[in-house]
């Protein structure tokens, strides 16, 4: 069975594979995790129960910025912070989302033709 997306309040404005995005208030370098799914759920992570992320610092482009996939146990977002509505997360977060599921979708295509 696939992740599903939280509420859409939460979520307003969001591409469809976003499923959820939390704010740690700057805890930790990774600040931003934000739950992917839909169309770039990746269906062996069924088997382990599991969803994608994307972690991101404050300045997720700069050299000393972090920005990276991984996954975690489906459930699990409490340990990524307060959950936050797609449209609370700075803007230039919300673009960098965008920007590397964008060049995801553009792999996971290109690996399937």
């Not at 996939?69 to 409490?78: A, D, K």
Request: glycine letters at 8%.
């Amino acid at each position: 069975m696939n992740p599903k997306r939280t509420n859409k309040r939460w979520l307003e404005d969001a591409p469809e594979y976003v499923l959820a995005c939390y704010d740690n208030g700057g805890e930790t370098c990774d600040r931003y995790t934000v739950l992917i799914g839909g169309s770039l759920h990746d269906e062996d992570l069924n088997k382990t129960y599991s969803v994608q992320y994307l972690g991101m610092s404050d300045a997720p482009t700069h050299p000393q910025g972090f920005s990276q996939w991984g996954e975690m146990p489906r459930g699990n977002g409490r340990a990524c912070g307060k959950k936050v509505r797609w449209l609370d997360l700075p803007e230039h977060i919300r673009r960098h989302t965008v920007m590397r599921c964008t060049d995801h979708l553009d792999l996971k295509s290109a690996l399937t033709n």
